[in-house]
């Protein structure tokens, strides 16, 4: 009795589908593959949004001039940048020698009201809270004190969670740290301190699109961090 030979089964072809990862994964792993297919490559044509289909090097070229076109507008960006702070570092170097030469502090707020009217501002301002440094007779700079309960309503309106504020004060708030003033458009406003707790700088404009919010506030801080230094040279602060 012959016996049946058993076919051999042919092995199952598990059929794998693409996606792009692994289109991705095998054009990694074969670098030449469009050197190899330069004829095909030519011929492929790749979906576009506005004009239906494109060739792939049409593709390529539109994705290279879109990035030629990213980085000249991030060069731009910089080169705004660089000059924005180059003004910015060439105005602080200017008011840090004019404060730095001041031999009292009544000079020194003159000197800063000087520098804030020569560009174009109507002054800067300087205020010490009182809590803080000791400005009581005899101390002949209690006119620069500020009492910080009277300032807390500024404080929780405009400031909060930041110690910068750009924009308008009502005609009560520029009553308390604008005076003598017959129009004051918008303000810059700085608390002094680590904390914030030593004062409040005040720069006001005709202008009342000069301060927007949004703005920058470089020079702000950099000028609230020189004055509590000077001061300390004059006024004793409280413990």
Do not use: C
């Not at 030629?68 to 910015?88: D, R």
């Not at 909060?160 to 009553?175: I, K």
């Not at 017959?182 to 700088?201: I, K, P, Q, R």
Request: no cysteine.
């Amino acid at each position: 009795m012959t016996k049946k030979r058993r076919a051999k089964a042919k092995p199952r072809v598990r059929k794998v589908k693409l996606n792009d990862e692994l289109v991705n994964q095998y054009l990694t792993q074969n670098p030449d593959f469009f050197i190899r297919n330069a004829r095909q490559v030519e011929t492929m044509r790749i979906p576009h949004p506005v004009r239906g289909v494109v060739s792939l090097p049409e593709w390529q070229l539109a994705r290279q001039r879109n990035k030629i076109k990213e980085l000249e507008q991030e060069v731009t960006l910089l080169m705004e940048h660089a000059s924005a702070n180059e003004y910015l570092f060439e105005h602080l170097m200017t008011l840090q020698k004019e404060l730095l030469q001041a031999e009292n502090l009544g000079e020194l707020v003159t000197r800063l009201n000087r520098w804030a009217k020569s560009l174009g501002l109507l002054g800067g301002y300087v205020y010490l809270f009182e809590d803080k440094w000791a400005l009581s007779a005899p101390s002949s700079f209690h006119h620069l004190s500020l009492s910080s309960d009277k300032f807390n309503f500024i404080r929780v309106r405009h400031l909060q969670y930041s110690y910068h504020y750009l924009g308008q004060l009502n005609p009560t708030e520029l009553t308390l740290l604008v005076p003598n003033q017959e129009y004051v458009g918008s303000v810059a406003l700085s608390l002094l301190g680590e904390f914030g707790d030593l004062g409040v700088l005040v720069f006001a404009s005709r202008d009342h699109r000069h301060y927007q919010s949004g703005q920058g506030t470089l020079l702000l801080e950099k000028i609230s961090e020189i004055l509590p230094i000077l001061i300390k040279r004059w006024v004793t602060r409280k413990k």
